[in-house]
Nanobody, 117 residues
Framework: QVQLVESGGGLVQAGGSLRLSCVVS????????MGWYRQAPGKEREFVAG???????NYADSVKGRFTISGDNAKNTVYLQMNSLKPEDTAVYYC???????????WGQGTQVTVSS
């Protein structure tokens, strides 16, 4: 079955950086798009950044200029480089993947990012 394995979360001071990774396995279909979402305590899950199979990216306004999403199609991996982190970036970050010719999308288990002030 499809598996998404995230890594790279942790505790960092405000102004610091982290790099998240997400590896997708178990599907015979090609990836259409991948993205990162986050959910802070007591809040709904929100979109952070996305990248299509042809490399087009988009970002939430709150992370533009600080976060960069990138992908390695050969490795079925997506990255999220997070710089200038703020305490309000604290959340569980989830990886999401959409495949061509599939009505389903898939989620990782989440990785905790905590930014201290």
């Amino acid at each position: 079955q499809v598996q998404l394995v995230e890594s790279g979360g942790g505790l960092v001071q405000a102004g610091g950086s982290l790099r998240l990774s997400c590896v997708v396995s178990g599907s015979t279909l090609s990836i259409n798009a991948m993205g990162w979402y986050r959910q802070a305590p007591g809040k709904e899950r929100e979109f952070v950044a996305g990248i299509s199979s042809d490399g087009e990216t988009n970002y939430a306004d709150s992370v533009k200029g600080r976060f960069t999403i990138s992908g390695d199609n050969a490795k079925n991996t997506v990255y999220l480089q997070m710089n200038s982190l703020k305490p309000e970036d604290t959340a569980v970050y989830y990886c999401n993947v959409v495949f061509y010719y599939s009505l389903n999308d898939y989620w990782g288990q989440g990785t905790q990012v905590t930014v201290s002030s």
